[in-house]
């Protein structure tokens, strides 16, 4: 056993490290041959091939986009396109003086001269050997100009490129959305790598939402191009100038939308100068009919690639035409909410169907002095529920709002899909707000503003206050009111087709849970109630359902866009146009059985039985099948 | 025996300048080695001047940081080779130690962990890749050679235990470096060849039980790594254009500075990985060639020096150097020519970077301490 150190044999063990030094030796000698072979083989057996390369040709690979899936309406009607354009671009390691170039180029007037900086700036991010692209859609003149001039402009030249175009731009414009230029942060956010090629992606809306289904995925071939970057043809017997095949490009899924591209006309045209917004649902699986936000805008500006002083005015325009407000815009939902509320006092006893009240115009809290008004100075008389519902009386809907108390408001108006996303497929949808106790404590800092006061109970009744709503949501709760309890998710998307097989996949509708009010007659008496807001005697939109061919309910809304001082006057006409009430308006038909239900928004429209009843009529006399031919 | 003139000049024994050497044998610099070291860092220094696009501030930085080095090795070289096998322990657990504490509080670099700031900001993985080699070579130093299966299980914990704690970092092109740094030294120790063939048969099911625990995108960057053409946008890019860089450089280059590929930036990395392309474009085949030669002459010098070695630790210890210095020249230059995937390894003493450059240069000056103190040793 080995008590002390082995013994060591010095010869042995020479004589093994000399073997293994010269094993070491043979492979490394074999190694070291396979690399002098290879550089043989590049060096001097294929030199011609790859000096050939290097000097006037060079290998490039070039990425085959793909094309972007198209859009469709509910009837198939295309409202997102591919169009071929011609866009000039640049490579930047062609160009021996870029800052030459672009002055040269926006003398001849194809890019604009408050562009040199920023194409500068991309130009010099690289690769060098990705073009930039100077000008989208170039027209025939501009083309043929060009042309004329090109040996001037090494390492400049047009390109033909499918470009999104939407044939009905400002109607679809906020229920798709638009594709813009790929920027830095889109690159961060999508896999690049299937982007190299693309030169838009979606912004918002649809096009945002659905990108990863729209895209497709990017192929690649590698290309032969002159010192000047034009792409040389390939001789195929020519060996040096054989290539490996590339990956071909998976265009992008279409889609099928459950939009009706005329009711998404008639409601932009109703909307015509007016600052608001409509959405229209069927309350039978929550596909939204039509969904639009005026003023509108027109998409293709984002692709055409607008100089930044036409950018900013799009964005500082004080009617925010880029603002969704269908989805993202909220408001005091005013008395549209009175019939949701109605269901819940009677459901909670706190009143009931026969119940009288008298409405002498105004309402105090007891041990107060301060007057809550009616928008009728001089009163209702006596009203019941129903009364109440059909001529909107605010000062039964005050007194029964103390028995119904905020939390239980909360709780009912929370079922209708109020204070909360709808879960619609768009981006940046606003969930509004529906206040109660719990709320107000939250929001607050102040320990004295987080006291919920009984005249914000009261207040409340009516849909004001705190309250906020978007014209979706009321969209949705009109049409849980229609369905009499029964609520779906809504939703834009109907279909997504593969354009190369035809396979669709469907988008089947997802069901809420219902409002839980069980009595059938309840619901029966508030929905009756809204049908004579249209078409009863005294109802307040009598003006605009009265003669038509099926039955409808609805109820107007007034939304205060700012307080009036007790005992004064509000007289429109001397008010600034953007201090007006908003107008609401929120509707279904037909009565018995709905398949539409509409919320229009008109801000600082005043009425809402005047200014946006007829533009929910216009909707639903169109889906009936009762329009006139308004779309021409 | 008969020498030619090569072997007389591997072997030292031609003496054109006689007092000099005398005096570098003082000092105990190695004159072959110094000599072609020196040459070596030339060339370096001019292709790398073409490659950064005759930027001189980089290229001064480089300059400078090959000054450091140079003196790293001179120093290095005075210590006689008993002390450092007697520190070789310390300086292997000081490593370990520097290796933790980069996992726990080192700097993040790049997405990875690797840096310590300890007044300098350095790499401890630096460290293990001498000291992983030396302590096996401790190891052996009083065992019997061949290695017994037991000693060669003791040997395996000095070498997993850096790799796995810098493949944690992750490094792994530097961990897989440093294992084969100490497995050199087992081999040359005489590791039995049938040992060695069985090891190699095992990592084939290995690798297999490996690939089916792996995620999806693991095997994607696998593939990629061993067919770039899948991936021609990205790493086959780099591949691509160097072949057209060294295969347009022919018989004798396109001149200094003169490359069309390296000039216009056709190339990428072309000053730290891929700059074996700049000299077979500028060089063309002569450049390469000679520059091989060199190399070669190197780790010739290198395993003389180890053959001459009189005891275990030192012997073992040259001929590991020597070694692995020739394992970045081959895996880099087979690289950049397309023969094996594209991982990190820079060309030594020649691709842009200071780090590792410090570290070839300390290693140069233990293998120039073990040959010049080899008289002071007992035999």
Known sequence: MELFSPIKDHHSETRIFGGRVILSIVIGILLLGTVVARLVQLQVIEHEIFAEKSQGNRVRIEAIPPIRGLIFDRKGRVLAENLPTYQLELIPEQVADIDDTLRRLARLKLIESDDIDRIKNIAKRGPYFKPVTLRFRLNDTEISDFALQRHRFPGVDFQPRLVRHYPYGQYTAHAIGYVGALSTRDLNRLNSANYSGTFHTGKTGIEFKNEQTLHGSTGHKQVVTNARGRQVPTDPRDRSQSLPDGVSSQPGQSIYLTIDLDLQMIATKAMQGKRGAVVAIDPRNGEILALISAPSFDPDVFTVGMSESDFRSLQNDVDRPLFNRAVVGTYPPGSTIKPMLALAALEIGATNLTRRNFCPGYYSLPGSSHRYRDWKPEGHGDVDLHDALEQSCDVYFYEISRNIGIDRMHFYLDQFGLGQKTGIDLAGEQPGLMPSRAWKRAAFREPADQTWFSGETVIASIGQGYMLATPLQLANAVAALAMRGTRYEPHLMAATEDPITGARNLVSPKRLPDVDIQNEFYWQSIVGAMNDVMQGVRGTARAVGTGAPYRMAGKSGTAQVFSVAQDEEYDEDEIDERLRDHALFISFAPFDDPIIAVAVVVENGSSGSRVAAPIARALMDHHLGYGDDALQ | ?379
């Open chain 2, 1 to 379: 025996m008969r020498f030619s003139d090569t072997h007389r000049l591997i072997m030292g024994k031609a003496e054109p300048l006689g007092d000099i050497n005398r005096l570098l044998r003082r000092i105990h610099i190695d004159n072959m080695l110094l000599s072609s070291l020196l040459l070596l860092c030339a060339l370096g220094l001019i292709v790398l001047y073409s490659a950064l696009g005759q930027n001189t501030d980089l290229w001064l930085r480089q300059f400078a940081r090959l000054g450091v080095a140079i003196v790293g090795m001179v120093v290095i070289a005075q210590f006689p080779p008993d002390l450092m096998r007697r520190w070789t322990p310390w300086a292997y657990l000081f490593g370990l130690g520097l290796l933790v504490l980069v996992l726990l509080l080192g700097e993040v670099g790049q997405g990875a962990q690797r840096w310590l700031d300890l007044g300098i900001r350095f790499q401890p993985s630096e460290i293990m890749k001498l000291a992983v080699p030396m302590m096996v070579a401790w190891y052996l130093h009083d065992r019997q050679i061949p290695p017994r299966p037991m000693h060669l299980l003791v040997i395996a914990v000095i070498i997993a235990v850096p790799t796995v704690l810098i493949a944690k970092q992750p490094d792994l092109g530097t961990s897989l470096l440093i294992a084969a740094a100490g497995v050199l030294v087992v081999i040359l120790a005489g590791l039995s060849v049938r040992l060695m063939f069985t090891m190699a048969a095992l990592s084939v099911p290995g690798a297999w039980v490996l690939w089916s625990f792996m995620k999806d995108y693991q095997k994607q960057r696998v593939l990629t790594l061993l067919n770039p053409d899948s991936d021609p946008l990205g790493a086959g890019y780099n591949i691509i254009q160097s072949k057209i860089a060294i295969g347009s450089g022919g018989m004798f280059g396109k001149g200094w500075t003169n490359g069309s590929q390296v000039q216009l930036e056709f190339l990428p990395e072309r000053d730290t990985d891929f700059i074996f392309a700049v000299i077979g474009e500028e060089f063309g085949l002569m450049g390469v060639l000679s520059l091989l030669a060199l190399y070669v002459f190197i780790v010739g010098r290198g395993l003389y020096i180890a053959m001459q070695a009189r005891d275990t630790y030192t012997r073992l210890l040259a001929g590991s150097i020597s070694l692995t210095f020739f394992v970045y020249v081959f895996v880099n230059t087979a690289m950049v020519t397309g023969l094996v995937p594209v991982v990190g390894i820079p060309l030594p003493l020649v691709s842009y970077g200071g780090t590792s450059m410090v570290t070839l240069m300390a290693g140069f000056g233990i293998l120039m301490s073990i040959h010049t103190h080899r008289k002071l040793l007992p035999r």
